[in-house]
Each structure stands twice: as C-alpha cells, then as structure tokens.
C-alpha cells in the first residue's frame, strides 16, 4: 500500500546490507532512497531475490481467489510478451485479435443472443471491469433522464451488503449512491424483493454478485431480473442488471449449465469476470462485457489508432500489459469447454469434500458448503466458548496455512468465519494436509479458557470480504 509511512523516516532508516553475503560492491544501500548509482545486476538481483522469501508461500494462500498456479506454456507465453503493451494495437495487431477472440468466446460461453453484435473488452481485473460496467450504466441512466427532460443528478446502484469493496470504490469515486440491501437472518446476500424495493427512477442498475466474496454463493440473478420485470410492468421503471461474475462465471457456465443467470435473462445488460480467478490466469486481467452494442454508449468510447485505422477502446488504464490477455487466450485454446469444465469441478469436489471433513470436526458449522463457486465459510458453533475463528485462523498460520477469519456486513455483523477458496492446484491431497493441521490444532484450542484473538487483531487478507474501512471522511 503506498500510503503507508517508512517504518522511521527515509533518512534515518537502516540501509540495506549488501555485505558480507555477497561480498561485493556497494556495500550498503539506502533502503528510502534512489541509490546514487548502479551496482551488478547479479547483487541486485539477489537483494530483491532474498527479501521476497519472507512473502508468503502463494500456493498455501487460501485467501486469494487469484490464480497461483500456471503451466509452463503459459508462463513462458507471458515472459515471451512481456514488453507488449496492450493498447498498442498498430503494433501489436495479434495482441489485439486474441483480445478480440476471448472476448467473443466469453459473449458466447455467457449466452449472448447475438455474440457478433457483442461488445467487450479485457481489463487489470474485476475492479476495473466493475467501474466500466457500472460507468455505462449510469451513462446509459444519464442519457434516458436527459430525454425525458428529468434531472439526472442523483444516481443511485442498488447491491447486497456482501458486494466486493469495488463496487464501494465505484460508488464513491463516481458519485453515485450505494444502496445495499442488509443481509438478514441465513440470507448471506442479495434478496431480490429486498433489491426491488429499494429501486427508483434514480437506480441506474442492480448488480448481481455469483460467487459471494464472503461465502462463495451465487445471487438469485433470475429472480432478481423477475421482479424487476413485475416492477416495470407496474411502474413503468426499467432497471438494467449487472452480474457482477468475478469468479462465477466462469464457473457456472461449466458446472451449472442450466442455471440462468447470464445474457439469457434479457435485463442482464453486462457482465464481468476476473480472468485471473477462475479463468485460471496469472494476475492481473479481467473481462467486461456488454450484451450488444446498446448497451454501452458510444460516448463512453475512446478510438485509438490501428494500422492506420481507428479502433475503440473503453479502459480507465492506457498502457497495460499484454502477456495475461495472451494467456488466458493460450488456456481457452489449451483447455477448451472440457477442460475448464473438469478443472472446475475437481475445484467443487475438492471444496465440497473438506467442506464436509471441517463439519465433521465437531466444533464447526459451515456458512456455505462450496457447491456454488468452489469457496466455503464456516463458523465456530455459539457453544464453543473458549475459541474463535481468529484463534482458528491464527493457529492455521503457525503451518504456513493463510485461512482468513472475518465478520460479517450488516445485518449480520455478530456473524465471524472462516473462508477457504479452492483454486486449481490445491487438490485433495493439501486439503487433507489442511485437515491435518486443522485437527492437530483442536486439542489447543479446546484447552483455551477463553479466546485469545478477536476481530482487531485478524490479518487483513480477507481478499475484498471482511469489515468496510472508509479511510477518510467515510460515507
Ligand atoms: C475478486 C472480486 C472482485 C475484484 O476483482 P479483481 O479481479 O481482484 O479486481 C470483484 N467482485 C467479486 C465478486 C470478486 O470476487
């Protein structure tokens, strides 16, 4: 995080030690401070090399719903593309046709009615992703209350509490209203009637979360566009719906092909999606999609030059890298529907089957059992006194494992938990090892008098879930 302070100021700190481990030149460097000149790049190298192992170990990460694991194909791909910047599509014209071909492929595995007509484009992630669907929502509000003669100067999006913190940055930078649908009782998201009722003339849309960041569990997307299709009928509003598929759709396409929650439902207007989630990428890119050309005005668009021609382009970044985009065009090729099919599924087998295991310890009781997206909370049972999910998490650390604990939003804020993200990689055999340590840890636990951490002191990698922080001035 780049406003964090020095630990002491620049000057006074510590400089860092080249000497006597490489016994070279220089023998310290500041560690504030551009160094006044250069020095071998094998020292260099091995400074940075070194400082890095205190990172943790990414595969143990199961925090992150970001891909840790590639193949060496992929990985060389990326490093071959490396030096390719993504909007330079004069000189990079293939660059730009992979782009062109995952984003089609998406419009298709996502039930576009007429993928020709689909427009999309790749992007550093889901957040980014997020504020270009959110922006041509409130464009497209914008541009409906101008020709109806209305003010268009109070927008309003309406979401579940659960929603991932982008779509609280896109809210605040914005200036748009959040209006968040409070969780209540075992509904750990958005109700669809709760969504409903909070619609105005002013909601420039709804988003659809499948894949929960706080519990993995899908949105009722065509319940959600149901109602609002009984609230146009009654009152005349056409509220559009953004399925917000960071991780879920690219996992429901495969697993739950029956289940309609893309394009398919006429008021889904766009869709996004992490490609380095479950699109099995390395960080970072993402992919909007828009169901036709309608459905993002033209104004939002920018045209660059192409081999002399222009091209449109919609991005909040100009430069970007190019390798991700030629990867996850490098895993559509390799893997095919089949093959991301049968990685999803060996992700919900794996999560389902710990998911069992860890209820089966006793003192557990899972939120969610990680059917939907292959993620899965739990929380210690209200008679267990003597520990929590943050002494749980803390002592899963202690073997390397990185299992977040955190609260739950409003209403349910009395509720803490555990979460696991199954990603590819982390098969059945580290989930018994997990296991393992998890069962190891009980005895500990159950002899603690009382709890020994609470929510203040939980490391902050809850990956986007966990408790909101407006820094300054807040809402
Ligand atoms: C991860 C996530 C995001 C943010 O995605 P990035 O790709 O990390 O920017 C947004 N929404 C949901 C539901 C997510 O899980």
Redesign the pocket.
């Known amino acids: 995080m780049v406003l964090k302070q020095p630990r002491h100021n620049g000057r006074g700190s510590r400089d860092l030690e080249a000497n006597p481990i490489f016994s070279r030149e220089p023998v310290r460097v500041p560690r504030y401070a551009l160094p006044a000149r250069e020095m071998d790049p094998r020292t260099a190298y091995q400074m940075v090399h070194d400082e890095l192992m205190l990172d943790g170990n990414a595969r143990l990460n199961l925090a992150t719903?970001?891909t840790t694991w590639a193949e060496p194909e992929a990985r060389r791909l990326m490093a071959e593309c490396a030096a390719k910047n993504m909007i330079d599509k004069d000189e990079y014209p293939q660059t730009a046709e992979l782009e062109l071909r995952c984003v089609h492929m998406l419009a298709r595995l996502w039930h576009a009615p007429d993928p020709r007509r689909t427009v999309g484009c790749s992007?550093?992630?889901?957040?980014?992703?997020?504020m270009l669907g959110g922006l041509a929502l409130k464009r497209r509000w914008r541009h409906r209350r101008r020709t109806q003669g209305r003010p268009a100067d109070r927008p309003n999006l309406v979401m579940g509490a659960n929603?991932?913190?982008?779509?609280e940055k896109f809210a605040d930078y914005f200036e748009v209203e959040p209006r968040y649908v409070p969780l209540e009782g075992d509904r750990y998201h958005l109700g669809a009637d709760e969504a409903v009722a909070l619609c105005d003339e002013n909601t420039i849309g709804v988003v659809a979360?499948?894949?929960?960041?706080f519990d993995g569990s899908y949105e009722p997307v065509a319940e959600l566009t149901a109602r609002l299709d009984e609230l146009q009928e009654r009152t005349g509003l056409d509220v559009p719906v953004h399925v917000?598929?960071?991780?879920?759709a690219m996992i429901a396409p495969f697993l739950d092909p029956e289940l309609e929650w893309d394009f398919r439902l006429p008021r889904v207007a766009s869709i996004?999606?992490?490609?380095?989630?479950y699109g099995l990428v390395m960080?970072?890119?993402?992919w909007a999609v828009w169901r036709d050309a309608e459905a993002l005005p033209d104004d939002l668009v920018f045209d660059v030059t192409y081999l002399g021609g222009q091209v449109p382009t919609f991005a909040l970044n100009f430069s970007r890298p190019g390798a991700q985009v030629v990867a996850q065009y490098y895993n559509f090729l390799r893997l095919g529907f089949e093959g991301y099919r049968r990685v999803q599924q060996t992700c919900r087998d794996v999560a389902t089957r710990l998911a069992g295991r860890i209820a089966d310890l006793g003192p557990f009781e899972l939120v969610s059992d990680g059917g939907q997206?292959p993620v899965f909370a739990f929380r210690v049972r209200e008679e267990v006194g003597g520990f929590t999910v943050f002494d749980v998490s803390a002592a899963l650390r202690e073997r390397g494992w990185l299992v977040p604990a955190y609260t739950f939003p409003p209403n349910r804020t009395d509720l803490a938990v555990l979460r696991i993200v199954v990603r590819n990689g982390f098969g059945h055999d580290l989930a018994d090892l997990l296991l393992d340590d998890l069962r190891r840890a009980m005895p500990r636990l159950r002899r603690q008098p009382r709890p020994c951490r609470s929510a203040e002191d939980a490391a902050a990698f809850a990956?986007?879930?966990g408790t909101r922080r407006p820094r300054r001035g807040g809402r």
């Open positions: 719903f970001v992007t550093t992630g889901s957040s980014e992703a997020a929603v991932q913190i982008c779509w979360v499948l894949g929960s960041t917000d598929g960071a991780s879920g996004n999606t992490s490609g380095h989630k960080p970072g890119v993402g997206a990956h986007g879930a």
